[in-house]
């Protein structure tokens, strides 16, 4: 059944759980993503990169901003008060973004391998039951789009390359497929979301058709498929991070927390 606004929700207790508790890994994980990209302002390769990396770190912070407010339509609170005044245990990202920037390769990598996913999430999104979140995912598919061939391409020419670029690309692969066994987590409502079309795949479906895109980027780079990610001992679809994420929410938030009523 489509569900074409919030106000239909709040009497759907099961629903909106599930609802509110997904929304939370679309937003956490781009608002995270974000964060890390700006990290490369003034740090990037060179002023072009410099520049879209910029553009891309401002697009993710947007994408997140869309779902905050969809949470808050929900009866969650403010937007900037569920961007910035989280605690890392009731975050909901996948490990994988929380992690530090590491050199080129591992941004690279980790970036191209969470836009293949965000792309199979993001095309299984638009026919959401769920309205609201099936109209911004048609939305960010526009922009997310340039993101992964971007990315695609500086994989490419990495693995191309050779000697210590290529060397560089696959210490970063080993370290990302280390991260990878919670980002096709669903947490801990996934029966539900699946069964009322909020999510309208399984994660074992996820994770086929991202493997199924990723295999041929390995080929054009002339990298060794490393093998599907293995399960993942802890999940941050559960509240189950790193020591990354609390030294990230630090930095983060330090202007929010000095004055958490300002307006910009």
């Given at each position: ?27 956490d994980d781009e608002l995270l993503l974000g964060h890390r990209d700006s990290e490369w302002l003034g740090l990037a390769p060179d002023i072009e990169e410099d520049v879209a ?128 066994g919670d980002l096709f987590s669903l947490g801990a409502h996934e029966a539900l979301l699946v069964a009322e ?68």
């Open positions: 059944m489509k569900v074409e606004q919030a106000a239909q929700v709040l009497d759907r207790p099961m629903y909106k759980a599930a609802l509110i508790d997904f929304l939370y890994q679309l937003a990396f910029s553009s891309i770190a401002q697009d993710e912070v947007g994408h997140a901003t869309l779902f905050y407010h969809l949470l808050s339509e929900l009866g969650e609170g403010k937007a900037d008060d569920l961007a910035f005044g989280r605690p890392a245990a009731v975050r909901r990202n996948a490990r994988l973004v929380e992690r530090p920037n590491g050199d080129w390769a591992y941004t690279i990598v980790r970036h191209l391998v969470y836009d293949v996913f965000e792309a199979v999430r993001l095309e299984a999104l638009a026919s959401s039951s769920y309205a609201p979140l099936a109209h911004g995912a048609v939305k960010i598919r526009r922009e997310e789009r340039y993101h992964l061939l971007h990315m695609e391409t500086w994989f490419t020419r990495l693995g191309q390359a050779g000697g210590e670029a290529r060397e560089r690309v696959e210490r970063a692969v080993a370290a990302v497929w280390a991260d990878l079309g909020i999510l309208p795949i399984t994660r074992n479906e996820l994770a086929r058709r991202w493997e199924a895109r990723m295999k041929p980027l390995f080929e054009a780079a002339q990298l060794a498929w490393p093998g599907a990610p293995q399960p993942a001992m802890e999940d941050g679809r559960l509240g189950q991070h790193s020591a990354d994420l609390d030294a990230l929410l630090e930095t983060m938030s330090e202007v929010y927390r000095i004055d958490p009523q300002a307006r910009w």
